[in-house]
């Protein structure tokens, strides 16, 4: 088993270098901070992600800029550095393609993808919890050294997260379908809401938010992490196309319930099948709806008024919709627990509906 020693090079200090640095830091691992905006590293150095002056040969570097530059960056730390090369980019083919245009020997070079993030970019949203409990893929090409795959398990351990492995090929089709894919559907859905009038949106509720929240990352970004996917996603899209097809025959027709209740029934028989939290097996949950005043508080009136039934919360979400002075929490938890829940929470006061 190979022993991450450290120095890791850390290579771009935005969201996930920064924060690959703060969780390698609860180890005590040694980082080194490198940005082409010097104000990012400083940043990242100043919250605690690592230092920009270490001058030890590296053991691993972690290459995370922007997709468009991932291959060139990678022939570079190969050529600079006797050190194990992996990356954070979103998509493997790209940064595998770019850089073996630019060097013979990969041996030393495998591509890694840490399943964590958030709308929010740059060092200072960076969190040394942000891959506890995460997965993280690693995608070892054909001539990847053992060891050097075995040094970027242990980084992904090292960071908290949990690791998988696949192909190339494979990861990208993956992203494509839990990633890329919902990213572009929420911008074609949030798009809709531009030119819509104040009068429609002030309608809105957590189903809308649901949709749309993921639409609000980075576009630049974005395209770039696209535009390196087009393979697979492109095939994605077309299935899509073909199902919107459908869609719109059934609406044109006179007797459209059968067609729908089918294109609608794929869609639940799909989201069943994702995984529910700590990647355990999906499991149903029932939906119990409290009224909750907007006051400081109230929040934390109901937790403990919940914890005091025995149930488990498994999940949850707020539902604030414009113009109300109160909010709608949907406590998601198993069937056993829901009428004890239920009964407790109406004794102490709350609005209870399921």
């Not at 920009?52 to 730390?77: F, K, N, S, W, Y």
């Not at 090369?85 to 940064?95: G, L, M, N, R, Y």
């Not at 850089?99 to 740059?122: K, N």
């Not at 998601?332 to 004890?340: F, G, I």
Request: proline share 6%; hydrophobic share 45%.
């Amino acid at each position: 088993m190979t022993e991450l020693r450290g120095p890791v090079r850390i290579v771009g200090t935005g969201l996930i270098g920064t924060s690959i640095g703060l969780a390698l830091g609860r180890l005590g691992v040694v980082v080194e901070l490198v940005d082409a905006d010097p104000d990012n590293a400083l940043m990242a150095e100043r919250i605690g992600a690592g230092s920009r002056l270490v001058q030890i040969e590296p053991q691993l570097v972690v290459v995370a800029v922007p997709p468009d530059h991932v291959g060139a960056v990678i022939a570079e730390q190969l050529r600079q550095t006797d050190a194990v090369i992996t990356d954070a980019a979103s998509v493997k083919s790209k940064p595998l393609t770019d850089a073996s245009a630019l060097t013979d020997d990969l041996s030393r070079y495998v591509g890694s993808h840490p399943m964590a993030g958030s709308e929010r970019s740059g060092p200072l949203a960076g969190r040394a919890d942000l891959f506890d409990g995460a997965t993280w893929a690693i995608t070892p090409h054909e001539t990847s050294d053992p060891k050097a795959v075995d040094l970027v398990r242990r980084l992904a351990e090292a960071a908290g997260a949990r690791t998988v492995e696949l192909s190339v090929q494979d990861h990208d089709l993956a992203v494509a379908r839990v990633s890329h894919l919902p990213h572009l559907m929420s911008a074609l859905a949030a798009g809709t809401l531009v030119d819509a009038p104040n009068s429609h949106l002030e309608l809105s509720g957590q189903g809308v938010r649901d949709v749309t929240r993921i639409a609000a990352g980075d576009p630049r970004l974005w395209t770039q992490i696209v535009s390196a996917n087009s393979t697979a996603l492109t095939g994605l899209l077309e299935r899509i196309r073909d199902e919107l097809d459908r869609v719109l025959v059934a609406l044109g027709k006179e007797e459209a319930g059968e067609e729908l209740a089918s294109i609608l029934g794929q869609g639940v028989s799909g989201a069943v099948r994702v995984p529910g939290k700590h990647g355990a097996p999906h499991i149903e949950l029932v939906p119990v709806l409290v009224t909750i005043p907007d006051r400081p508080g109230q929040l934390a009136r109901l937790f403990a008024d919940a914890a005091e039934s025995g149930a488990n919360v498994e999940d949850l979400r707020i539902d604030h919709s414009p113009g109300r002075p109160v909010g709608e929490v949907e406590l998601a938890v198993k069937p056993a627990s829901v009428d004890q829940l239920v009964r407790v929470l109406t004794e102490r006061g709350w609005s209870v509906h399921r």
